[in-house]
Each structure stands twice: as C-alpha cells, then as structure tokens.
C-alpha cells in the first residue's frame, strides 16, 4: 500500500492494531480488534469513532454561492439557514448522480463534504461551473465521525454546548482545545456527530474520544453494514451516473421550491428528466430486499421475477449481513411493476434462484435526535 495516501490519523490506526486496505485511493481501516460484527453492535449500543478524513472538504465563498450552487444540484441551497445543513447531490444532463455531498451554510462560506473517490472531479465541477464563487479545498483539516446513542454524552464531555444541536444543526465549537467545525449528522442512521479538526490536533482529539468507557474505534466494514441497515446509499454502487433521485428514493431530498411550481424550479443539469420522474415516476426503484435464509445476496446478483423467468426485473446493488437485524440484508433495483413491499422476486446465485422479499427502508430505525 505504498502508494496509498495516508489520513493524519494512520499512524494511530496501526498502533491500535487496525488492518488496513486501498480505498479510494487511501489507506484505511477496514477493522480492529473487535472485528466488523462486534464493531457493528458497538456502534448501535454505544458511540463509535470513524476517520472519515478521506473525504473532501470544500468552503465556497462568495456574495451569491448558494444560489450559483443551485445550478449544479437540485437542491434548496439557498434557503438554507445560517447553521444548518442538508443532503444534496450533483447531477449529471441525463438526470443521473454524479457524487451525493453535504451542503452547510456556515455563514459567510457554504461548507460541502464530497465522497474521497470522487473529489476531485467534485472540485473541477465546482471551478468549471460555479462564476464568481472562490472553491477552496480544505486541506489542513481532518474528518471524524461519533456515532451512536452515547456520542452527545461523550461529545458534550469535552464541551457541553453540543449537547444542544439537533439533528443536521453545524457550529464551530472548542473541542479538545482545537477549533472544530462539527455537525450533528453521520452516514450509519444513529445519532452522532461529524468533526471538522485541524490535523494538528486530530490524533489527540481522537485520543481523547477513544479514552472514553463507551467509545470504540470502526473501521469500513462496520461502516458498510451500519449504512446499509440504515437504508443509506454508497455512491458508485446504489448510485451513479445512471441512476436518477427519483429512482433512488431520493425525493425528499430535493425541496419544493426546486420542483415543478416552485419558486426556484429547475435550473439545475437533468431537470427535465428529474422533474418529469417526479410528476410520472419513475421506471424503476431501488427497494430493501430480505433474502431467505442465512446467505447473503451481494452486490451483482441479478434478480428475476420468478424461478424460471429469462429476462431480469433489476440487480442487488447492495448486500451482506446485518448484525442488528440479525440476518442478511440487500437493496437493490427492480422495476416499478415489482417494487411493492412484501413482492417475492429471485436471485441468481451459483446458478440457483433463491427468494427475497421487497421490504421497506430502513431496515434499522434511524435514531437522529430532531
């Protein structure tokens, strides 16, 4: 992995006995000690600590950077409160996501977190497409993730002013002695918080967390069945450039006010097809999917409507065991025809077709504090 780039936090990763692996062009863990189960469960009782450094930080600066914004995502950007913060996504003039991101008005800048294998593309799209607007990549901060139902207790140990943030609220806020921008937000469907720390101080920041009775360090593979119980897509796998919002039940993340009748509809790449989506629907949905059994369905496994039929009706796009719900777990596509809850439709895995049930997502209840 020589080649690999390292978080401020790699060092530390190897010392608390982390295996590491390649992603997204880093070095980083996939687990420690406890191992993706234990780690899992972990997080859903207690609080678990990410390094989610990889991913890119943005500031946009400028008088009219909301509403620039607007003509890349199809997102209410510039409505958006002073200290609050919202899911969006780029998209491409087919309709399809090219990176899904986090979008936060922090006063005078908007903040945006983008997906580690997509952020530099991410960086020239913004700089191509946005005039008048400084992009600036941060590059002297590290990412944390606290999630769980016992992060605001440790999080408000080092500074009881977040205790107060409600889910998707932003403040800048002393931690550990460092000036952090954190969010109350999290990509694992439990409560927790997103920390924005000088690399300087990252190591003794996480150190500090990690200090705590109740916090444990979680690697990817945690991270991936947290998510995928959670209902919450993976770019590159439950999304990319050929999937429409719409398709991805991603609707409630574009506001009103950028929908056919709004205020500030359209304007933004794929509209056409976006918004027609929105009025028709669409041709296909992404569902939860529960295989019968104990094996796993993962991601590739095609699916058909029947144990006979030829002609595919979609495709898991993701799946493996889900430690909470104690069983194994997919999402994936399947036309609209066969998207109902509780419809049975088939996998394709070594040359057997085995039933699944389309169910409803998320599969664990999501535990943000509103």
């Not at 969010?183 to 000088?198: K, L």
């Not at 920041?205 to 200090?211: D, S, V, W």
């Not at 056409?272 to 989506?277: F, S």
């Amino acid at each position: 992995m020589s080649d690999q780039k390292h978080t401020p936090l790699y060092d530390l990763h190897v010392e608390l006995g982390a295996k590491m692996v390649p992603f997204a062009g880093y070095a980083m863990p996939v687990q420690y000690g406890l191992g993706v189960l234990k780690e899992h469960l972990h997080c859903r009782a207690k609080a678990g600590l990410f390094d989610v450094s990889h991913m890119g930080q943005v500031k946009l600066v400028g008088d009219d950077a909301a509403t620039a914004m607007e003509t890349l995502v199809p997102v209410d950007v510039a409505g958006l409160a002073e200290g609050r913060q919202r899911y969006g996504f780029f998209t491409n003039d087919a309709g399809g996501i090219t990176d899904d991101l986090m979008l936060a008005n922090r006063g005078d800048h908007i903040f945006v977190v983008v997906n580690a294998a997509c952020k530099e593309a991410d960086i020239a799209h913004l700089r191509s497409g946005l005039r008048g607007v400084d992009v600036i990549e941060v590059t002297d901060r590290a990412l944390l993730a606290l999630q769980g139902p016992a992060a605001e207790a440790v999080l408000a140990g080092l500074n009881p002013a977040v205790a107060d943030m409600a889910f998707m609220d932003v403040a800048t806020v002393t931690l550990n002695g460092a000036e952090c921008w954190v969010s109350r937000s999290g990509y694992t469907g439990e409560d927790g918080y997103e920390i924005s720390v000088p690399q300087a101080a990252a190591v003794d920041l996480a150190k500090a967390l990690l200090a705590q009775d109740d916090v444990e360090p979680i690697g990817l593979g945690a991270r991936d069945s947290l998510r995928l119980e959670g209902g919450l897509c993976l770019y590159g796998h439950d999304i990319d450039g050929t999937t429409t919002p719409i398709e991805a039940g991603l609707t409630w993340a574009i506001q009103k006010v950028r929908r056919s009748g709004g205020d500030r509809a359209g304007g933004f790449p794929g509209a056409d097809v976006i918004l027609a989506q929105l009025a028709e629907g669409a041709p296909r949905k992404r569902v939860g999917l529960r295989p019968e059994g104990r094996a796993p369905m993962r991601e590739g496994v095609v699916l058909f409507a029947d144990a006979d039929a030829t002609d595919p009706i979609g495709k898991v796009t993701s799946g493996g065991f889900g430690p909470t719900v104690g069983g194994p777990v997919a999402m994936g596509y399947v036309d609209a025809a066969h998207a109902a809850k509780d419809t049975v439709v088939f996998g394709e895995l070594r040359g057997k077709r085995l039933p699944l049930t389309v169910a409803a997502l998320p599969f664990t209840p999501a535990n943000f504090k509103r």
